[in-house]
Structures are given as structure tokens and as C-alpha cells.
């Protein structure tokens, strides 16, 4: 049996024809909302590299000069001097943090999930673009088809016109019927006209989906109606795809990252009234000379004998901070929750979703199944009255109006078994089968 999905996985033939993995793939690769995500994944990575670098040493160097002009303390015999004099320093110093409530750590592990979040982000905005093209392209095929049951109408209703024309010649038929089937070409002209104008919309929104340039030809493959065949659905258990898809969908993922982000924020808020230790080190030196006079001792002395070294440490710890703390930690649980809300609702959101696509898969192949039928009996119907009208047994009406039933049951098919195997890839999907590939 041969399905739609199969169809459409097959590679296309000649230049210039697309099938829906090429539109896909080229969709995800030129999304703008994808590069952008792509952007925030690589801030992502900066921050976190920024907060390893945290936990490294600080080191600085420092140099300075200064010219005293008038009344001044001489470094050398510390009195007060009127020359003026020239004086400048260096150092070197070295800093760490040794304690700091734990700050740096839940920093670093809240830069860890945002950089998982934000590849799920990416993963996330892919599947959105490759599910709205799957949509777009549906849309496309169905066009598609629409213009082929209109044009093979119109080719009906031509060849009627001219039996008619014929039949009126000899007498059989008079010139009321030869101006109906007129009017009934001229309808389905009109008609097969809207269905290419429809198609050429359907085209134009799967190029946006796809940024693809609107000026450039975009060919879709093609597929005949009769071969898109349904098989039978076979029994499937909402709960058991659920438990699949809940460890590869990236919303729901982003969600469980948003939580823990919210929990380390929490941690992070209440580690907030420990103290901090911090440890410092550094050498200095410096050089001074009168200016006008000659210095006593030389710069590489000065330098030796004026360096210093010195170790630091420092104690803080808060004691009052305008409630800033606890309204902080308050503020942080109200996240917490708030995440974990959202992860709540992303799981009943992803059980209602597979839910309604089994649900939509089994009840579009059931209107498959029912729609071939009545398109069999239309097609019966629909011949037989015209074998009627040529014996005159028959008004072009009658035609007509059967003609036209055909056609809508043609199109609803072709609706039902596309959606069909929409709906089918959608499960699949949740099933664990990418929409797209790299």
C-alpha cells in the first residue's frame, strides 16, 4: 500500500523541483527567528565562560607619576620643602575571592541550564519552522490537486459543449442547451482560475515560511490523488507517545530548565546573608627626585630599596539591607512556582496535543474511506447522467450539478487523505522522528 509520506520522502526528479525534506531543511537553515536563537545560545556561552573565569585570580598592574609644584613633604627627610619634585610608583597586585556565600557557584550553574535552555530554544524554533512549512507545503499539494480536478472539469465540459454543438447540428438537441453548456464552461473557466489563484498564494506562503527570495521559481513534487492510499491505523496509546516525547520535546525541556534556573536563583538568594572572604596580595615601589637638583640616590636604587610587599584579607558579611534580601528570596520563590506552573501546563499541553492528533489521524482516515466511496459513487452518477443527456433523457443541469458534487467530493478527498498525512507526521514526530535533519 502506498502511503503519502512515502511520496513525499521521495527525492524529487529534474532541476528545480522541491520535495518537503528540501523545503524543511532549507527553511531551518535560513530562518531568521533560527539565527536568531543561534545568537542568544552563543551569549549563552559567553556568560557561562564568564562565570568559570569568576573563580580565576584578578590581577592588576599599576603605574602613576606626579610633579609638585610649591610647598610639599619631602619623602626623603619627611619636611616640608618648597622645591618642586617629581615622583612616580609601581605595582603589582593579586586579588581572590575565597568564600562568597556560594554565589559564584549557583552563578555558574544558572549559566549551564540558560546555555541547555537555549539550545532547546533553538531545537524548539527549528520544529515550529519545519512543522509550518510541512503546513505550507500541504497547502501547495492540495492546490495542486484542486487545479488538476478543476482543469480535468473544464476538459469535460468542453467536450460536452462540442457533443452538444454536434447534437444540435442534426437536430437532437436545441440552442438552450448549447447556451448552457456554454455558461457551464464559462464557470468552470472561472473556477480553475481561482484554484490557480489559490495555488499561487499557497506558493507565496511557503516561501515566507521558507525566506525564500519571492522572485525565484519554487517547484514543488507532485503527486497523483489516486496513489495517496490510507492504510489502516493501528492501535496507539496517548500516554506510552507521551512518555516518549516528553524526553525529546524541547518546550517541555525548556520548561524543566526554566524550573531548575529558578531553584538555583532561590538558593542563590537565601545563600545571600552568608559572609564573604576575600584574600589580596601585592608588591609596590616607587621613585622620587627634586626637580632642578641632583637626585642622591639612583632610580635602581630608589627602586629596590622603596619596594614593599604586602597581604590583605577582608571580612564582610550583611547585617541589614533594607529588606532587600528577603524580599529578594520572596520574589524568587514566586519564580520558582511560577516555572513550575509552566512546566505543569507544557506536560497537559503536550498530552492534549498527541491526544488530538491521533484523534485527528484516525477520524481523517475515516473520512478518507467514506469520501472514496461517495467519490465512486459521484463518478457512477456523474456518468451516467451524462450517457442520459446524450440520449436526452437529461437537462445540462443535471450536469451540472452532478459535475459539480464530483468535484467537491474530489477535493475533500484529496483534504482528508492530505490531512491524514499530516496528522501522521505529527505523531511520528512525537513518536521521536525529527521533522527536519541537519
Not at 550553574?109 to 520544529?127: C, E, H, P, T, Y
Not at 484554484?195 to 515560511?209: C, F, G, H, P, W
Request: proline residues 2%.
Amino acid at each position: 500500500m502506498i502511503m503519502l509520506s512515502a511520496c513525499l520522502r521521495g527525492r524529487a526528479q529534474g532541476d528545480g523541483v522541491w520535495t518537503v525534506e528540501q523545503c524543511i531543511g532549507y527553511a531551518v537553515a535560513n530562518n531568521y527567528e533560527v539565527r536568531l536563537r543561534d545568537l542568544d545560545v552563543r551569549d549563552y556561552q559567553v556568560e557561562k565562560t564568564r562565570q568559570v573565569a569568576s573563580f580565576l585570580p584578578s590581577i592588576s598592574v599599576s603605574m602613576g607619576a606626579n610633579v609638585n609644584f610649591g610647598r610639599a613633604i619631602d619623602p626623603e627627610t619627611n619636611t616640608y620643602t618648597d622645591v618642586s619634585t617629581f615622583s612616580n610608583g609601581y605595582g603589582i597586585s593579586a586579588g581572590i575571592p575565597v568564600f562568597d556565600g556560594l554565589q559564584r557557584l549557583n552563578a555558574l550553574r544558572i549559566s549551564r541550564v540558560n546555555l541547555l535552555m537555549g539550545r532547546q530554544g533553538v531545537l524548539a524554533q527549528k520544529d515550529a519552522t519545519a512543522k509550518a512549512v510541512l503546513e505550507a507545503y500541504t497547502q501547495v499539494l492540495y492546490y495542486k490537486g484542486t487545479v488538476e480536478i478543476a482543469a480535468q472539469k473544464r476538459a469535460e465540459s468542453e467536450m460536452l459543449l462540442h457533443q452538444t454543438r454536434v447534437m444540435a447540428e442534426v437536430g437532437t438537441k436545441g440552442e438552450a442547451d448549447v447556451a448552457q453548456m456554454q455558461a457551464t464552461l464559462a464557470s468552470d473557466d472561472c473556477e480553475l482560475t481561482r484554484q490557480q489563484s489559490l495555488l499561487d498564494n499557497a506558493l507565496l506562503e511557503l516561501k515566507r515560511q521558507m525566506n525564500f527570495p519571492m522572485d525565484s521559481l519554487l517547484e514543488v513534487s507532485g503527486i497523483a490523488s489516486d496513489a495517496i492510499l490510507c492504510e489502516e491505523a493501528t492501535e496507539e496509546n496517548c500516554e506510552d507517545i507521551f512518555m516518549q516525547a516528553r524526553l525529546t520535546d524541547p518546550n517541555l525541556r525548556m520548561a524543566e530548565y526554566s524550573l531548575k534556573t529558578a531553584r538555583y536563583s532561590l538558593q542563590q538568594s537565601r545563600l545571600f546573608f552568608l559572609p564573604s572572604i576575600s584574600l589580596s596580595t601585592g608588591v609596590s615601589t616607587s621613585y622620587y627626585k627634586q626637580i632642578g637638583t641632583r637626585s642622591s640616590m639612583s632610580f635602581g636604587d630608589q627602586f629596590r630599596n622603596n619596594s614593599g610587599e604586602y597581604v590583605s584579607a577582608s571580612f564582610s558579611m550583611p547585617i541589614f539591607s533594607r529588606l532587600n534580601g528577603i524580599l529578594n528570596i520572596r520574589r524568587q520563590r514566586n519564580n520558582v512556582r511560577r516555572a513550575e506552573e509552566r512546566l505543569s501546563y507544557r506536560n497537559d499541553e503536550l498530552r492534549r496535543l498527541i491526544r488530538q492528533a491521533l484523534t485527528d489521524v484516525e477520524n481523517s482516515r475515516k473520512e478518507a474511506d467514506k469520501m472514496q466511496r461517495r467519490v465512486e459513487a459521484d463518478s457512477l452518477a456523474s456518468r451516467l447522467v451524462i450517457r442520459k443527456y446524450e440520449e436526452g433523457l437529461a437537462s445540462p443541469i443535471d450536469v451540472q450539478t452532478l459535475a459539480t458534487a464530483l468535484l467537491q467530493s474530489k477535493a475533500q478527498l484529496l483534504q482528508s487523505r492530505l490531512n491524514y498525512m499530516y496528522q501522521t507526521k505529527i505523531v511520528n514526530y512525537y513518536k521521536g522522528t525529527p521533522l527536519w535533519t541537519e
